[in-house]
């Protein structure tokens, strides 16, 4: 009976360490990359990567704030033609946001993934369409149909998940 | 009632343990729990949080039924003070004398818990939650920003690997009790019956099963519809 217990109490607490060890070994993953290439990263690199960030909060942002409005019945123009903007203007800059050396091995917290640059052709066309989706979508919101207007809104967070899906790792910020 | 034999003793008769509301609910949850994680890992953010509203309805109900419901699925019958908590795990170890429970034991009311409070608060994490491209979130997350929306999103995460330990913990306990007790409490959850110890069941009226499942699901349509005020608003 006491032997039977004592195999019960092993079960649980195996399978506690196996759900811990699980995330041990992500994260030990991400710091066995940084520390050898941190002293080889261009100094600016974690800055770079700050500013990425900002920039990137700001595009999900202006994002949320377009669908949020867009599930109104009664959606305001305004906000569309505020935040619209945001998008479009820091669309086309987005691809020189990610130089080389400014991925995990800049030892600072980041989702990028090593597909940035180990496929940089896919990345460059990635950013393109999403400038391009900004783009189009600018043009609508100065035509003014919010039907249209609501309508774009999925397609340009589109663009954002396309290339996230490949590109950005998904438990990081 | 008062003369029932201790536990373990074949004597005892069958009686009914879980009224069918109790298993309803058990089994639509581990459903919809499953669910949730297949939706949000194929992207399928509708069926995700129609799957965690619905998953909230359960919720707000089984707390409910845990005030007015059939004396076994009542939080006063289950949630016991630390000092009973030990008296049973020594007791299951061979330590002392244990006492009988028909409905849920000390320590898995303790699980019952823990299992309830990570839920309430996955639910309502995941209706302030927002993705990375701002593109889907959950009900209310309108309220909030972005950073916000996100940091509930990164917590809605984190309850998850907590539940996935819980529940894991559930599950190895329930399986130790077949295999080493010979009490299959799985099959009492289906049936509602179980080799008798303790006071069986008394039910609950089904007028009081129709208002709380009536309340519940108003609760959960209300924050599906962004909770805006509800009358005139």
Same mark, same amino acid.
């Given at each position: ?7 019960a109490?092993?079960?649980? $607490?195996?399978?506690?360490?196996v ?13 066995a ?9 261009a ?31 009664? $959606?305001?123009?305004a *906000? ?27 030892? *600072? ?12 052709? *896919?990345?460059?066309? &990635? ?25 774009? *809104? ?13 590109? &950005?790792? &998904?438990?990081?910020? | ?23 309803l ?34 919720? @707000? ?23 009973? @908590? ?25 699980s @019952? ?38 940091a ?55 007028? @009081? ?25």
């Amino acid at each position: 009976m006491k032997t039977e217990w004592t195999i019960a109490a092993i079960a649980a $607490a195996s399978l506690l360490a196996v759900a811990c060890g699980q995330k041990d070994e992500a994260t030990s993953k991400n710091e066995a990359q940084a520390p050898p290439a941190a002293a080889t990263a261009a100094p600016n690199a974690a800055d770079t990567i700050k500013a990425r960030q900002a920039n990137l909060k700001k595009l999900g942002g202006a994002l949320k704030a377009m669908t949020d409005e867009s599930k109104k019945d009664n $959606a305001d123009l305004a *906000v569309f033609k505020t935040q619209a903007p945001i998008i479009a203007g820091l669309a086309p800059q987005l691809h020189d946001w990610f130089p080389a050396g400014t991925g995990a091995e800049a030892g *600072v917290k980041t989702a990028a993934k090593p597909e940035i640059w180990a496929q940089p052709d *896919v990345f460059k066309q &990635r950013a393109d369409a999403f400038a391009a989706a900004a783009a189009k979508f600018s043009t609508t919101v100065d035509g003014g149909d919010l039907a249209a207007i609501k309508a774009g *809104v999925a397609p340009l967070g589109g663009a954002c998940r396309e290339c996230h899906q490949t590109f &950005r790792q &998904r438990d990081e910020s | 009632m008062a003369s029932a034999p201790p536990p373990g003793e074949g004597a005892a008769a069958i009686a009914r343990v879980w009224d069918v509301p109790v298993r309803l609910v058990h089994w639509t949850m581990v459903f919809l729990f499953v669910f949730s994680w297949w939706s949000v890992e194929n992207h399928e953010m509708d069926w995700h949080r129609l799957s965690g509203l619905t998953l909230l309805g359960l919720l @707000v109900f089984r707390i409910l039924w845990g005030f007015f419901g059939g004396s076994t699925a009542r939080f006063s019958s289950f949630v016991r003070g630390p000092g009973a @908590v030990i008296r049973y795990a020594r007791a299951l170890v061979g330590k002392g004398e244990g006492e009988a429970y028909h409905g849920h034991n000390p320590l898995g009311g303790l699980s @019952v818990m823990a299992m309830l409070l990570l839920l309430v608060a996955q639910v309502s994490l995941g209706l302030f939650a927002v993705d990375v491209d701002g593109l889907e979130s959950g009900p209310l997350s309108t309220y909030v920003s972005f950073d916000t929306g996100r940091a509930a999103a990164k917590a809605h995460e984190t309850i998850f690997d907590l539940l996935l330990i819980v529940i894991g913990l559930h599950v190895v306990a329930v399986f130790s009790y077949l295999i080493v007790k010979r009490e299959n409490l799985i099959g009492a959850m289906v049936t509602g019956r179980r080799r008798g110890a303790g006071d069986p069941l008394r039910g609950a009226p089904i007028w @009081v099963f129709v208002v709380v499942a009536v309340i519940a699901a108003g609760v959960a349509w209300w924050l599906a519809k962004g909770a805006s005020p509800p009358f005139g608003g």
